[in-house]
């Protein structure tokens, strides 16, 4: 340490010697096994965007502060829609009781999702509190240290070169304990970083490392992810723009990165400036998605936020389910096999022959194809026949169907009754629509 400046440097050897330690891989763990996720094993593993202040009513469709009980219907949501792996909180909650900030988020989450739960604290009490929330949940503290069911996650580094006290100190103790937890580095071109990208990918992997290796330096071998929002500032008014493509092109070039580092990769990724489902929501979401998956990125912060990150929106949430569903057929790729070549039935068919009548088009018309439900493949006649629905309504009333029936993910009385003993006062938990 600078005693004039008081910066702290890592020397190039000792960076060199921990990064050493670096593994790679990373998992999450859900309520129930079958959901656990590892990076890169399982990608494109796909969460929500989180931590927007505000939400779009689904019944008026006018912005408004968030509140917990949006944060249990989120949870049923994305319990249900196939393309999300982890659901990373996707709002405040405005209601929270005095005291009970982060606990009032994990709750309503917990008790409505069995996949991996992911999210941050704002202090070190909130940290405690959580911690005890997912230890009754398991059973006991020994049960969540065997099985820890919540990743934390935080933005520790503040671009440029400057790490944030209150984060830090949660991370560290995380690492300390050893329970799943890893920091996104979010430096911006043009206010909080150079603007070029070649420079904010220097920047911000100068920062990655830096928080990587003092992971290591708390615990050797560490599980961390590469994660990042980097984003080039839109100078014409100084506007956030993590919809811009340059995002993209950032995440590809630290995903690049991450594999050189042998660790996995990716972040909040997929977002949209957009402030309602229309085509630059769509646009700005499926290029940059695309974009990193092709480059190596294993986990996408992308699901159901608008505005810049400012407000989910249940219909952009099952429009982006479709998106991942997609992102998880490019990853299959092409099958090259001796059955997929399909020789004996071209041969069989001939030319100016059919397909349509062939059991090899029955046994592979459901594997072969993505068969979207949002995404509207009639000719015109039939849509204008049914009504000329938009993807925008009919993602609504496919989260209607969802949220207007019974939740299987919510655990036991038992267990509530002891969450509920601990914290008093705590909010509700309950999600549904009409309920």
């Not at 005890?132 to 996650?153: C, D, N, T, V």
């Not at 050893?178 to 990208?197: D, F, K, Q, R, W």
């Not at 290796?213 to 723009?241: E, F, K, N």
């Not at 092409?334 to 020789?343: D, M, Q």
Request: hydrophobic residues 40%; contains cysteine; negative net charge.
């Amino acid at each position: 340490m600078d005693s004039e400046t008081r910066i702290v440097t890592f020397p190039r050897q000792i960076v060199e010697n921990f990064r050493q330690a670096f593994v790679p891989r990373f998992s999450f763990a859900g309520r129930d096994p079958q959901f656990d996720r590892t990076i890169p094993d399982d990608r494109p593993v796909i969460l929500t965007g989180s931590s927007a202040p505000n939400i779009i009513d689904p019944d008026s469709g006018e912005e408004r502060r968030a509140t917990s009980k949006d944060i249990a219907d989120i949870a049923f949501l994305i319990n249900e829609l196939p393309g999300y792996d982890v659901f990373s909180i996707s709002t405040l909650a405005d209601d929270a009781t005095a005291g009970q900030f982060s606990v009032s988020r994990f709750y309503p989450s917990l008790k409505n999702c069995l996949k991996p739960v992911r999210s941050n604290t704002a202090n070190m009490q909130d940290l405690l509190q959580v911690l005890e929330l997912g230890a009754i949940i398991a059973g006991g503290e020994e049960a969540y240290k065997e099985r820890p069911i919540i990743s934390h996650h935080y933005c520790p580094v503040v671009s440029p070169l400057t790490m944030d006290v209150k984060s830090l100190e949660a991370l560290m103790f995380l690492t300390e304990k050893g329970y799943p937890v890893y920091g996104s580095i979010v430096p911006n071109a043009g206010l909080t970083a150079p603007m070029t990208l070649t420079g904010t990918l220097a920047l911000g992997n100068a920062e990655f490392l830096a928080l990587g290796v003092l992971m290591q330096m708390i615990r050797p071998q560490t599980p961390l992810i590469y994660a990042v929002l980097s984003t080039v500032a839109d100078l014409r008014t100084g506007a956030y723009a993590p919809g811009a493509i340059e995002t993209g092109i950032l995440q590809m070039a630290h995903s690049q990165m991450a594999g050189f580092y042998n660790v996995p990769s990716g972040g909040y990724i997929g977002l949209t400036n957009a402030q309602v489902n229309d085509a630059q929501s769509g646009y700005e979401t499926g290029m940059n998605v695309t974009a990193a998956l092709l480059a190596g990125a294993d986990m996408f912060n992308m699901g159901g936020l608008l505005g810049g990150l400012m407000a989910f929106d249940f219909a952009k949430a099952v429009i982006d389910n479709e998106i991942a569903m997609m992102l998880k057929r490019i990853q299959q790729g092409v099958e090259f096999s001796k059955e997929n070549l399909a020789l004996a039935v071209i041969a069989e068919t001939g030319p100016g022959g059919n397909y349509m009548d062939k059991m090899h088009t029955f046994e592979h018309m459901r594997t072969t194809a993505f068969l979207p439900g949002l995404a509207i493949r009639d000719l015109r006649g039939p849509w204008e026949e049914a009504g000329r629905p938009d993807v925008h309504s009919r993602a609504m009333n496919a989260a209607r169907q969802i949220l207007t029936r019974d939740n299987p993910a919510v655990f036991s009385q038992d267990v509530d009754l002891k969450i509920r003993k601990r914290f008093d006062g705590l909010v509700s938990g309950d999600a549904g629509w009409g309920k």
